[in-house]
C-alpha cells in the first residue's frame, strides 16, 4: 500500500511539473497593445483664415495641441479677397475662414446658378460643413491720445464732406474696406472718389490697423477684434443698419484631410476655443 502512495504521489508531481512547463513556454498573449500603433497619424492642417484672426487662432492652435497632439496647424492669414484668389489658383487650403460671406460664396456648389454669388461657378466646399462661425463689429478707431478729436461716425462724414481728416480704409477688395463703402453710403458718400485726398488705403485690416497705431492717419475703420489686439482706442461702433452683419463663415474644403479639418472646425466651436475669440470682441454668430 505504502508503495502504491508512493507511485501516485510521483506521478501527481511528474504531470504538475509537465502543466507548469507548458504554461512558461506558451506565447504570451496579454501584452498585444503597441503603443505606437496607437497613435494616430501625423496631420498638417493647411487653415486660410481672415487677417483679423491673427492672434485669436495663433492662440487656439496651441490649445487645439492638447486635443490632437498628432495635428499640426499651418496658418495662411490675409485679406479674405486674396485667400479666394489664392484658393482658386490651386493653392492647398483644407479649412476656410472668410471674414464675410461674399468669399465662401463664391466656392458653394450650392450656389451654382446664382451668378451674383457664384460667377465662377466653383464648388469647393464639402456638402454641410459650412457654418456661420464668428460675428465681429465695424468700428472707428484712433490713435493714442486722439490728437484729432473724433468722436463718432456722424463727426468722420461731415469732416469727409468738408473738413481736414485722414482716413485709413481698407481696400475695395477686402471685406473691411467693403463694409466702410457702406457706411459712406450711408452718409451720402456715393463715391469715395469724392473723398479721395483725405483717404489711405490697406491691404488688409492689418495695414489699416498698423496706420492708426503709428498715428500716420487720424482715424481708421476696423474690426472691434483687430482694435482689440492693437490696444486702439474705440470711439464708436457701426450699426447694422450701416454696414450689415459682420459675419465670418467657415467650411471644409474638399480633399484628402477632410475629416481633420471637420474635427478642428469644431473644436472652434467649443467652450474654450470660444472664450478666446471673446477676449477680443468676437462673439458667436447667431
Known amino acids: 500500500m505504502k508503495r502504491l502512495v508512493s507511485l501516485l504521489l510521483a506521478l501527481s508531481l511528474a504531470l504538475a511539473l509537465t502543466a507548469c512547463g507548458q504554461k512558461d513556454t506558451a506565447p504570451d498573449t496579454t501584452q498585444t497593445d503597441d503603443p ?9 492642417l493647411i487653415v486660410f483664415a481672415a487677417a483679423s484672426m491673427t492672434e ?5 492652435a496651441e490649445l487645439y495641441k492638447t486635443a490632437a497632439p498628432e495635428v499640426t496647424i499651418t496658418y495662411n492669414f490675409d485679406s479674405s479677397g486674396k485667400l479666394l484668389t489664392q484658393i482658386k489658383e490651386g493653392a492647398d ?5 472668410s471674414a464675410a460671406p461674399t468669399q465662401m460664396n463664391a466656392m458653394d456648389g450650392s450656389l451654382i446658378g446664382d451668378t451674383e454669388k457664384n460667377p465662377d461657378g466653383l464648388d469647393r466646399i464639402v456638402t454641410g460643413s459650412r457654418i456661420d462661425l464668428l460675428e465681429n463689429k465695424v468700428t472707428l478707431a484712433v490713435p493714442e491720445g486722439n490728437p484729432k478729436g473724433i468722436e463718432s461716425f456722424d463727426q468722420l462724414a461731415e469732416l469727409l464732406k468738408g473738413g481736414d481728416v485722414m482716413l485709413a480704409i481698407g481696400n475695395s477688395d477686402v471685406p473691411v474696406g467693403q463694409y466702410t463703402l457702406k457706411i459712406f453710403n450711408y452718409y451720402g458718400i456715393i463715391d469715395e472718389t469724392a473723398v479721395a485726398d483725405k483717404l489711405t488705403y490697406g491691404n488688409n485690416v492689418k495695414e489699416v490697423t498698423s496706420q492708426v497705431s503709428e498715428a500716420a492717419a487720424d482715424c481708421g475703420i ?3 477684434t483687430d482694435a482689440c489686439s492693437a490696444g486702439l482706442t474705440v470711439v464708436d461702433s457701426a450699426t ?8 465670418y463663415p467657415a467650411a471644409v474644403l474638399k480633399g484628402d484631410k477632410e475629416d481633420a479639418a471637420r474635427a478642428f472646425l469644431a473644436y472652434l466651436q ?5 472664450t478666446v475669440f471673446e477676449s477680443v470682441g468676437f462673439s458667436p454668430a447667431i
Not at 505606437?36 to 498638417?44: F, G, I, K, L, T
Not at 447694422?240 to 459675419?247: F, L, P, R, T
Request: glycine fraction near 2%; charged fraction near 20%; hydrophobic fraction near 50%.
Open 270 to 274: 467649443t467652450d474654450a476655443a470660444m
Open 222 to 224: 476696423i474690426y472691434a
Open 56 to 60: 485669436t487662432l495663433t492662440e487656439i
Open 36 to 44: 505606437q500603433a496607437e497613435q494616430a497619424e501625423p496631420v498638417e
Open 93 to 97: 487650403c483644407d479649412l476656410f475662414i
Open 240 to 247: 447694422a443698419e450701416m454696414c450689415g452683419q459682420v459675419i
